[in-house]
């Protein structure tokens, strides 16, 4: 089955660009998704098919997605960006949802 | 507005048994498929399992860990899922969320608050 694999964490100065990565094997052919997870709160959903923005996500919020790596960018990071990070894609042997570990991203 | 409220969190003792429920609103309950996904305080997500959506059977999916003693329904007529767990383990202590399952790209894109379920002597 697949396995995706996370950083455990990534720290960024305020106005810097984060960008956390999510690895599997040949990921690039799968749809990513990523959600955002402050403490206190349930996950949200911030990029889909790796690409993607649902609405109401800023535009600092962006995906890539290339060989064995995915990858969620944040530009100019805020203090309030602070959170986890899950990268998500479904296994298409065993149609079964595949997480990530996930990322910390601390904001200096 | 969608919405998805878990209910039934609480404290059991292993080896005993809890239905979590999952009300959902704002949306035809039965076109999506629903998947409960849990996490130990500051842990990360591990997927549960899923039901799909009546169309597609609503037949369901659950992962290695809780397979044989967690079993997810579904009624429609309430737009209600449920999570019954048997055979409790301390292990699964954790915030059990419910979400929807996106038609299209299958994203869990809505989420509800949560319940926290101990099990502990």
């Known amino acids: 089955s697949s396995v995706l694999t996370q950083s455990p964490s990534v720290s960024v100065a305020p106005g810097q660009t984060a960008r956390v990565t999510c690895g599997g094997d040949n990921i690039e052919h799968k749809g990513v998704h990523w959600y955002q997870q402050k403490p206190g709160q349930a996950p949200l959903l911030v990029i889909y098919d790796a690409t993607d923005r649902p609405s109401g996500i800023p535009e600092r919020f962006s995906g890539s997605n290339s060989g064995n790596t995915a990858t969620l960018t944040i530009s100019s990071v805020e203090a309030g960006d602070e959170a986890d990070f899950y990268c998500h894609v479904w296994d298409s042997i065993t149609d079964q949802p595949v997480l990530g570990g996930g990322t910390k991203l601390t904001v200096l | 507005d969608v919405q998805l409220v878990e209910s039934g969190g609480g404290l059991v003792k292993p080896g005993r048994s809890l239905r979590l429920s999952c009300a959902a609103s704002?949306?035809?309950?039965?076109?999506?498929?629903v998947t409960w996904i849990r996490q130990v305080p500051g842990k990360g997500l591990e997927w549960v399992g899923f039901i799909r959506r009546t169309p597609d059977g609503g037949t369901t999916e659950y992962a290695a860990s809780v397979k044989g003693r967690f079993t997810i329904s579904r009624d429609d007529s309430k737009s209600i899922a449920y999570l019954h767990m048997d055979s409790l383990k301390t292990e699964d202590t954790a915030v059990y969320y419910c979400?929807?399952?996106?038609?299209?790209?299958?994203?869990?894109?809505?989420w509800g608050q949560g319940t926290l379920v101990t099990v502990s002597s």
């Open positions: 704002g949306f035809t309950f039965d076109d999506f498929s």
């Open positions: 979400t929807r399952v996106d038609l299209g790209y299958r994203t869990f894109d809505f």
